[in-house]
Nanobody
Framework: QVQLVEIGGGWVQAGGSLRLSCAAS????????MGWFRQAPGNERDFVAG???????KYADAVKGRFTISRDNAKNTVYLQMNSLKPEDTAVYYC???????????????WGQGTQVTVSS
């Protein structure tokens, strides 16, 4: 069982930056692939970024070059650095964990409760 808690959401003007953190419980954090998703009102929950245990990453096309996912296995934490934010990035952002990197973008095993990110124009 893994519990995930996101922090770091908030309000920012377009062009600004935010960093989200996700703290995970459990001593097996390093075994999990981690991911970030987002869901805007009226939309489905979409994959944003993923990272495996060794640091390999993948990103949705909409955020490539602007967002960076990273992890610190010693701190059981995964991060999402978001730069050059746009109003269309406004959403609730969710942290997720999966035992398989191939599945982290499609069918994570665990979810956080979400944190709101609002980007104003």
């Amino acid at each position: 069982q893994v519990q995930l808690v996101e922090i770091g959401g908030g309000w920012v003007q377009a062009g600004g930056s935010l960093r989200l953190s996700c703290a995970a419980s459990g001593r097996t954090f390093s075994r999990y692939a981690m991911g970030w998703f987002r869901q805007a009102p009226g939309n489905e929950r979409d994959f944003v970024a993923g990272i495996n245990w060794s640091g390999s990453t993948k990103y949705a096309d909409a955020v490539k070059g602007r967002f960076t996912i990273s992890r610190d296995n010693a701190k059981n934490t995964v991060y999402l650095q978001m730069n050059s934010l746009k109003p269309e990035d406004t959403a609730v952002y969710y942290c997720a964990a999966a035992m398989n990197f191939m599945l982290v973008a499609r069918a994570p095993d665990y979810w956080g409760q979400g944190t709101q990110v609002t980007v104003s124009s």
